[in-house]
């Protein structure tokens, strides 16, 4: 009888936390009467009401390992709910920032595409001109929150720190989903003086351009 209320108790802090639905809850506690009916069994066939351990344990762990399935299924199930959520609506792909934000008049739009089975639903590519990238990095920087630029072996990136920025029409394809920004440059150039080499150029004003992204995603 203490064993059926410490399950109990454990159980429904489990439900409280968000860890097991009552769905789940209901499906060991039938469990949970299946062992105790056990017990009893075991007790008039028996006469008395202690029983094997081994047979104990052996009896929880498929309680257990029930719960654990159905709980799987129930994470399956709202994934799949999940990536429904856009299947009715038109997912926007061109000139991101000039539609759903603000774009600097160096930035060009490059191109955009539809990424599958990724939380990367849309990708729209950017580039400027290295002589106007610290322009560019600023406006990055303060308007949407992203990290400065710091050089890393072979080039430029903003290090994982991404901008973002959020629109109502987001929220029609996911309720998660927003854009992050984020900005890079290769320093690789060709040396001229060795037609066959390629050297590392560190004044970024004389690279041919730097590459923004901005990419709507489901977090």
Known sequence: MLLGVGLS???HCWLAGGLLSET???LFSGVSHCIYGFVLLHHKLVGEMSINKNILIVLLTLSFGIVAQNCTKT???SSDKVRLENKDFKIPCGDLLSVYAEKPKELRFIKCEK???SQTIVR???QVAGTKSKVIEDFLVKTYGMGKLKWTC???D???????FEYSEFKKINRE???LISMYASAEVQDKSKQSKVRLETDRNKIAFFTVIVELVII
């Not at 903003?158 to 973002?164: F, L, S």
């Open 124 to 126: 729209a590519t950017y």
């Open 9 to 11: 108790c454990f159980l």
């Open 158 to 164: 903003n290090a994982g720190k991404y901008g973002v």
């Open 24 to 26: 789940d809850i209901e």
């Open 177 to 179: 989903c927003l854009a």
């Open 75 to 77: 994470v399956d199930n």
């Open 154 to 156: 072979c080039g430029w």
């Open 115 to 117: 990424i599958k089975d």
